[in-house]
């Protein structure tokens, strides 16, 4: 079955990085696009990022200079590289898979940017 694990999340100062990584199986990883979202206390779930089969990358105007999604197909893993984090960046992070219009999520994984 289609399973993603998120880690690399924590706690960091505002102006730090984090880079998180979401381990994929179950699935032809290679063959399919990839995002990340972010829920925060009290807040609907946004897009963070996205990147297709072939690598193609894609950010929503508010997450465009500080956030950097990856992915490499040999580790079935994606990435995101978070920099210059803000508190407002505190959130739960979670990867996802769009397969044969079905999607799946992770469990998530906690990033809290604070002094």
């Known amino acids: 079955q289609v399973q993603l694990v998120e880690s690399g999340g924590g706690s960091v100062q505002p102006g730090g990085s984090l880079r998180l990584s979401c381990g994929a199986s179950g699935f032809i990883f290679s063959n399919y696009g990839m995002s990340w979202y972010r829920q925060a206390p009290g807040k609907e779930r946004e897009l963070v990022a996205t990147i297709s089969s072939a690598g193609r990358t894609n950010y929503p105007d508010s997450m465009k200079g500080r956030f950097t999604i990856s992915r490499d197909n040999a580790k079935n893993t994606v990435y995101l590289q978070m920099n210059s984090l803000k508190p407002e960046d505190t959130a739960v992070y979670y990867c996802?898979?769009?397969?044969?219009?079905?999607?799946?999520w992770g469990q998530g994984t906690q990033v809290t940017v604070s002094s």
């Open positions: 996802s898979a769009r397969i044969r219009y079905n999607d799946y």
